[in-house]
């Protein structure tokens, strides 16, 4: 069963340098949407197992890589390919607005 890696402010280039689709949660425990969208994520993780990588930013506490990508509100789900952002959600949606977001990356 896969796991959303959590990304630190040391970590997060070695993560981000992968050749399959990532897609990374920046959250916080003490906000509300993210506590909705958190399991969604998980979830993901273990549907898309071997096929892209889930990773999870607690914004509170690396406030580094949150500044890099202009994290201003959250949850803030950033979409890589190739190390670049392709694709962003801002906001609790619901898990179909991911996949689909998810399978474009992966096509």
Same mark, same amino acid.
């Given at each position: ?5 959590? &990304? ?6 070695? @993560? %981000? /340098? ?5 897609? #990374? ?10 506590? %909705?969208?958190?399991? =969604? #994520?998980?979830? &993901?993780? +273990?549907? $898309? /197992? *071997?096929?892209? =990588?889930?990773?999870? =930013? /607690? =914004?509170?506490?690396?406030? #580094?890589?949150?500044?890099? $990508?202009?994290? +201003?509100?959250?949850?803030?789900? %950033? !979409? !890589?390919?190739? *190390?670049?952002? @392709? /694709? +962003?959600?801002?906001?609790? @949606? ?14």
């Amino acid at each position: 069963m896969s796991k959303p890696i959590e &990304l630190t402010d040391n970590n997060y280039n070695e @993560v %981000l /340098d992968s050749q399959k689709p990532i897609l #990374v949660d920046f959250w916080a425990e003490w906000c509300g949407p993210c506590k %909705l969208i958190g399991p =969604v #994520v998980e979830e &993901l993780a +273990r549907e $898309y /197992d *071997g096929k892209a =990588v889930f990773a999870k =930013v /607690d =914004v509170d506490s690396n406030p #580094v890589i949150s500044a890099k $990508y202009g994290i +201003r509100s959250i949850p803030t789900l %950033l !979409f !890589f390919k190739n *190390g670049e952002i @392709v /694709d +962003r959600q801002i906001g609790a @949606v619901p898990k179909s607005i991911l996949a689909k977001k998810l399978e474009a990356q992966l096509a």
